[in-house]
C-alpha cells in the first residue's frame, strides 16, 4: 500500500492568495488628489475672515491715500483724488524721516532690551525648582495678560509728577530733586517711561517661549557638558544656544513687529509730545490723520509705515536665512 503525503501549501494558489493587486490608477491619483487639496479648504475659512478683517481695510487706506480727503469732504461726501500729492509732501518734508528714524532707533533699542531680559528670565524658569517656577510663571502670564491702557495708567500713576511712587521713592533715597520731577516733560524721560513699560509687557511673551524651547533640551546633553568639564557660558553657547537659536530668531520677528507698531504705548502716556518729540511712525500717522483732519495724508504715512516695516523685516530674514544656510 502507497502512502500519499500532502504537499506543502506552496502551490499557485496560496502565491495567489499571498499576492496583492496594487489599486487602479484611477483611484491613487484620486486619492492624492484629495488628499493635496484638503489642507487648503480647512484654510479657506481663516483667509477669508483674514482677507475680511485685513485685506478690506488695507484696501480702502490705500484708496484714500490718494485723496484728499479732510473734514469738508469727508461732511460733504466729496471724493477729490490728487494722485502722488500727498507722498509727495509727505516724503518731501523733514519730518517724516525725522520720525522714521526715530522709530528705528526706538525699535532696536527696545527689542534689543526685550531680547536680552526675556532670554535671562527664561534660562532663569529652566533653572528654578517647581514651586518657584510656576510663581514667576504666574507672575509674568499676569503681567502680559493686563491690558495695554490699564498698563499705560498704572505707569502714568507711578510716574506722576507729584504723588507718583518712583518720585517718592527717589526721595527717600536723597535724591531730593526728583520729588516733583516730571518725567513727560522731556523727550528722554518719556521715552524712558515707553520703554519701562514696553520692556515690562513684552518679557513675559520672550520668557516663556524659551523656556518652553528649553525643555526640548535633553539632560544627557548637560550631563555630558558637565562630564567633559564645561562651565555654565561653555554649556549654554554649546548646548542650550543651538537648541533655542530658531525661538529666538522667530521671537525676535515677533517683536520688531510689535515694537514698531506699538501705537496706545506712546500715546497714551503724552500724545506723542512734548512738542511730538517722541512720536512714532504710527502716532504721527494717527495725529496727522484725525488729529489734525488730514486724513489722505494719515492713509498716505500709514502705508509708507507699512513698507518700512516690510523693508526691516525682509532684511531681517534675510539676515536668518543666510545664517541658516552658513550653519548647515
Known amino acids: 500500500m502507497t502512502v500519499q503525503i500532502p504537499r506543502p501549501a506552496t502551490d499557485k494558489a496560496k502565491g495567489r492568495a499571498r499576492t496583492t493587486q496594487p489599486p487602479p490608477p484611477g483611484r491613487h491619483r484620486k486619492a492624492q488628489g484629495s488628499a493635496g487639496t484638503l489642507p487648503y479648504l480647512l484654510l479657506l475659512p481663516a483667509l477669508a475672515i483674514t482677507a475680511v478683517l485685513l485685506g478690506y481695510p488695507l484696501v480702502k487706506n490705500g484708496i484714500l491715500s490718494f485723496q484728499k480727503l479732510g473734514m469738508k469732504e469727508l461732511i460733504q461726501h466729496l471724493t477729490?483724488?490728487?494722485?502722488?500729492?500727498?507722498?509727495?509732501?509727505?516724503?518731501?518734508?523733514?519730518?517724516?524721516?525725522?520720525?522714521?528714524?526715530?522709530?528705528?532707533?526706538?525699535?532696536?533699542v527696545n527689542v534689543t532690551l526685550i531680547m536680552l531680559l526675556g532670554t535671562l528670565v527664561g534660562l532663569l524658569l529652566a533653572r528654578l525648582g517647581r514651586k518657584m517656577r510656576l510663581t514667576l510663571l504666574m507672575a509674568l502670564v499676569l503681567a502680559w495678560a493686563m491690558p495695554i491702557i490699564a498698563a499705560t495708567t498704572v505707569y502714568q500713576w507711578l510716574f506722576a509728577e507729584r504723588y507718583g511712587v518712583v518720585n517718592w521713592i527717589l526721595d527717600k533715597l536723597g535724591w531730593h530733586s526728583m520729588a516733583d520731577y516730571s518725567w513727560t516733560s522731556s523727550q528722554f524721560s518719556t521715552f524712558f517711561v515707553i520703554t519701562v513699560m514696553l520692556v515690562w509687557t513684552s518679557i513675559p511673551f520672550v520668557a516663556i517661549n524659551l523656556y518652553a524651547a528649553t525643555t526640548t533640551i535633553a539632560k544627557e546633553l548637560y550631563e555630558a557638558a558637565g562630564l567633559d568639564g564645561a562651565g555654565a557660558w561653555r554649556t549654554f553657547t554649546s548646548v542650550t544656544f543651538p537648541f533655542i537659536k530658531p525661538f529666538l530668531l522667530a521671537t525676535t520677528f515677533l517683536e520688531i513687529i510689535w515694537i514698531f507698531k506699538a501705537f496706545p504705548h506712546v500715546y497714551a502716556i503724552n500724545g506723542g509730545g512734548p512738542d511730538r518729540l517722541t512720536e512714532t511712525l504710527p502716532v504721527y500717522a494717527f495725529v496727522e490723520g484725525v488729529g489734525n483732519q488730514h486724513y489722505g495724508m494719515g492713509a498716505a504715512i500709514s502705508v509708507l509705515t507699512i513698507l518700512v516695516l516690510m523693508g526691516l523685516t525682509s532684511y531681517y530674514i534675510r539676515m536668518v536665512m543666510k545664517q541658516e544656510r552658513e550653519d548647515s
Open 80 to 108: 477729490e483724488w490728487n494722485g502722488f500729492d500727498n507722498y509727495t509732501d509727505v516724503l518731501g518734508g523733514e519730518d517724516f524721516w525725522r520720525v522714521t528714524i526715530r522709530t528705528v532707533v526706538f525699535t532696536a
